[in-house]
């Protein structure tokens, strides 16, 4: 699978599963938990080590569909962001190394939780197939209002010099419409 290829759900049923744990399977979701956790407490430029020089990053937009119409609900031509490595390292850089990045001025306080982890091969060697659940709570400023983003993460990780990488990713949020002022936040 190339890093431009969408990967569905149905696509970890398409390779060969990897056995929950497993040695593999276990990697994963460390790597997993550690994303997470490197996220939240904002460590951006070590969560950016973590990143594929040739990654694609992309939230495509929802919408509502009948029961019908269920496989055109995610409209892939308008997206929340559609992002490259670069585009991500000058993010992070902007949150990190800038005055200018107001909208998370003071940061965004998240939890990510990271479930239903399922794995397979994608028949490129050193490359697996993630699917995974996130649940992300976000808090601002002193506001009591808490703010939920739910969805299904599509990730393709693969082994560079011995360690995973992140080198696609698209977040299938669950809501059509978001209840978070901005997305200024990675999912």
Do not use: C
């Not at 939780?113 to 197939?129: C, D, F, I, K």
């Not at 010099?161 to 978070?180: P, Y």
């Amino acid at each position: 699978m190339t890093a431009t290829q969408h990967l569905s759900s149905a696509d970890v049923q398409q390779g060969e599963v990897v056995a929950i744990g497993s040695d593999t399977y276990n990697q994963v979701l460390g790597f997993l938990y550690r994303e997470a956790s490197l996220l939240d407490a904002i460590s951006l430029k070590e969560w950016s080590a973590l990143l594929a020089t040739d990654l694609v990053y992309s939230v495509p937009l929802r919408q509502t569909r009948p029961m019908a119409q269920q496989a055109a609900s995610i409209i892939r031509t308008v997206q929340h962001y559609h992002d490259d490595y670069r585009s991500i390292m000058g993010r992070v850089m902007r949150l990190t190394g800038t005055k200018s990045a107001w909208a998370e001025d003071p940061p965004s306080r998240t939890r990510r939780l990271v479930t239903n982890v399922q794995v397979s091969t994608t028949g490129v060697e050193g490359e697996l197939a993630v699917v995974s659940y996130l649940l992300l709570t976000r808090s601002r400023f002193d506001s009591p209002d808490l703010d939920l983003i739910s969805g299904e993460r599509r990730d393709v990780l693969r082994y560079v010099a011995g360690e995973l990488k992140l080198a696609r990713r698209e977040v299938i949020l669950d809501q059509a419409v978001l209840g978070t002022p901005n997305l200024a936040i990675f999912l």
